[in-house]
């Protein structure tokens, strides 16, 4: 005998994400009905509203907001496109996140540039390593990605980071960079490449005011740590 699938349209008009969130504002529905007015259809044997709950009970948020298309599409059977709608929503939401209003932001401390930064650092599988570039008043004039993978003196080279300080007019420079494991705590690898890339700040009379590690919802200053 046919399983009959109850549809989105068999739901009382109240009881519909789409219609409550236009209603009673996006404030009122659970992750599992966000997801579904995003992801709008469900699939054969499923509408979308059980579909995305079983989507969130699979991956928390933090989990499903780096989630990738193939893992998606594998996991839950969805197709490519309600994949990428998925994934396209999150990056939204991360680069809303570090939105640059047209005031610049001040790194007045270690804090401000992971109040920044966490939200596109924290939760990343690789090693992403970045210079935030500052003029004379603290204030980030530029931002860049110099390398993504494990850090490494062989690999991370002063000529390209200071290339670009040049290039912004830079006065000073801070060092971010993530740890995928979640623990912010610098390696010997993290300490030995600060050093060689202030040393040379130093010759080239752009100074390196830190260098900070971020993990999950944390993060180290190297500076306030002493190790530069």
Avoid: W
């Amino acid at each position: 005998m046919h399983e009959y699938k109850l549809r989105i349209k068999d739901f009382p008009l109240e009881e519909r994400p789409r219609e409550r969130l236009v209603r009673k504002g996006s404030g009122s529905l659970s992750d599992a009905e966000l997801l579904a007015v995003v992801i709008r259809t469900g699939n054969k044997k499923e509408n979308v509203l059980d579909l995305s709950k079983r989507v969130i009970k699979k991956y928390d948020l933090k989990v499903l907001s780096r989630a990738r298309v193939g893992s998606l599409k594998k996991t839950f059977g969805v197709g490519e496109a309600k994949a990428c709608q998925i994934i396209a929503c999150f990056e939204l939401g991360r680069r809303m996140s570090c939105f640059k209003r047209e005031k610049k932001d001040v790194a007045n401390s270690a804090k401000d540039i992971a109040r920044i930064l966490m939200p596109q650092l924290s939760g990343l599988k690789k090693e992403h390593f970045l210079g935030l570039f500052l003029d004379s008043r603290k204030r980030i004039i530029g931002q860049e990605t110099i390398f993504i993978g494990s850090l490494d003196c062989s690999v991370i080279h002063p000529r390209e980071i200071f290339k670009i300080a040049l290039a912004e007019s830079a006065a000073a420079m801070i060092l971010v960079h993530n740890h995928p494991s979640g623990d912010p705590s610098p390696s010997e690898e993290d300490i030995e490449v600060s050093e060689q890339i202030v040393g040379a700040g130093n010759i080239l009379g752009i100074q390196v005011l830190d260098h900070i590690i971020i993990g999950d919802n944390r993060f180290v200053s190297l500076k306030e740590e002493g190790y530069i």
